[in-house]
């Protein structure tokens, strides 16, 4: 670990007397399992019928989840920084879900890609267990430090070189058979080296949604998902992604959402919109009609919740006289999300161009 500056010892003893001032200031980043892909992907491989990436086999598998960087700034306002490019982290976070009987081993460790073209590596981290939801803790800890995990493996590397700039930041797995990645994050401080919340479990602060962003999806993006041998059928390219086969199929299409400023929140989420075409079958795609009629998407808003419960919003309404399908001006309350995206049941010739969805973020946080 690297000194704590002078700074961050201020605001921490500041915090005692005011929990409002908080010590810490971080960038949080979620993805869900639907981002990760196999090491080695093999022909049946497939999300499931939640989203979420799934090893159905009965042999362990390597599973790469990688983190999306983006959505960091910095600030010329009264408190002045520059975007951190580094990975120097609060905490970091792997959800999973062991599922059916049996005790399984469950492991991960972070990898870091740096601007001086070396690769650095964390410990590894391993759950032993029997089915259900748990999580893996790849930094920090509920004592409120920020180190990435140490000890042996690995090279153990990451921690010592956590304050150089980030190409790629990503999540190696170990996932054994029957067992899937619901979703993972990480929290990258903002201002100062080695942010820390003071104590507690970092999983457990929240914050107040002030406002909302778009977001967007491409249609790149979503992947087969459900029973085994649809996946063939579901072909990626400039388009979205589109139903080649005879049969309908459900594609999953992943939302990332904004960053949140240092807290999760209980995030709303409104106005999720589908695109689709039907470059390849005309036949009453664009009729009001359509969704009951089979002949058009019938797509819903799923999410994922700390407990591994998968929920939906029920099927979104058709737009009239165009090919999109809207969730509408109600919001959604989704909670503190694992994952959340869009589930659509595709019929054959038919595309999933891409997805908008209004997503509320956190409040501005203070503290350093």
Not at 29 to 36: L, N, P, T
Not at 104 to 117: K, L, P, Q, W
Not at 318 to 347: D, H, N, W, Y
Request: proline share 3%; aromatic share 6%; with cysteine.
């Amino acid at each position: 670990m690297k000194k704590i500056t002078i700074v961050a010892l201020v605001a921490a003893a500041l915090s005692v007397s005011h929990s409002a001032l908080a010590t810490h200031k971080a960038w949080l980043m979620k993805d869900g399992g639907a981002e990760c892909t196999f090491a080695y992907p093999e022909a049946t491989d497939r999300l499931d019928s939640s989203g979420a990436i799934y090893n159905s086999s009965t042999s362990a598998r390597d599973v790469i989840c990688p983190v999306a960087l983006s959505g960091r700034w910095g600030s010329n306002g009264a408190t002045a920084f520059d975007a951190k490019r580094w990975a120097d982290a609060l905490s970091a976070v792997v959800y999973f879900d062991r599922r059916g009987a049996g005790t399984r081993t469950v492991s991960c460790y972070a990898a870091m890609r740096a601007s001086d073209n070396s690769v650095y590596y964390s410990a590894s981290v391993s759950d032993t267990g029997g089915s259900g939801v748990d999580r893996l803790d790849l930094a920090g800890s509920t004592s409120g430090a920020g180190p990435w995990a140490g000890g042996t493996g690995n090279g153990n590397t990451l921690e010592a070189h956590e304050d150089t700039v980030v190409k790629g930041l990503e999540f190696v797995c170990v996932v054994p058979g029957q067992t899937a990645i619901l979703g993972y994050k990480a929290k990258l401080c903002q201002l100062t080296g080695d942010c820390t919340n003071g104590g507690g479990d970092p999983e457990d602060e929240s914050a107040i949604a002030t406002t909302g962003n778009y977001v967007q999806t491409s249609g790149i993006e979503c992947s087969a998902a459900g029973t085994e041998g649809t996946v063939a059928s579901v072909y990626r390219n400039g388009y979205g992604a589109t139903n080649l086969g005879s049969s309908p199929v459900d594609i999953f299409c992943p939302i990332a959402p904004p960053s949140d400023d240092s807290r999760e929140h209980n995030r709303s989420v409104t106005d999720t919109t589908v695109y689709y075409s039907d470059l390849y079958n005309t036949s009453g795609s664009n009729l009001n009609s359509c969704v009951g009629g089979a002949t058009c998407p019938s797509c819903r808003l799923m999410w994922y919740d700390r407990d591994g419960v998968m929920q939906d919003t029920g099927a979104l309404s058709k737009v009239a006289g165009v090919r999109k399908l809207r969730q509408g001006v109600s919001s959604e309350l989704i909670g503190k999300e694992l994952q959340f995206g869009v589930m659509c049941r595709t019929p054959p010739g038919l595309t999933i161009e891409g997805i908008t969805s209004l997503v509320t973020v956190s409040e501005i946080s203070g503290g350093m």
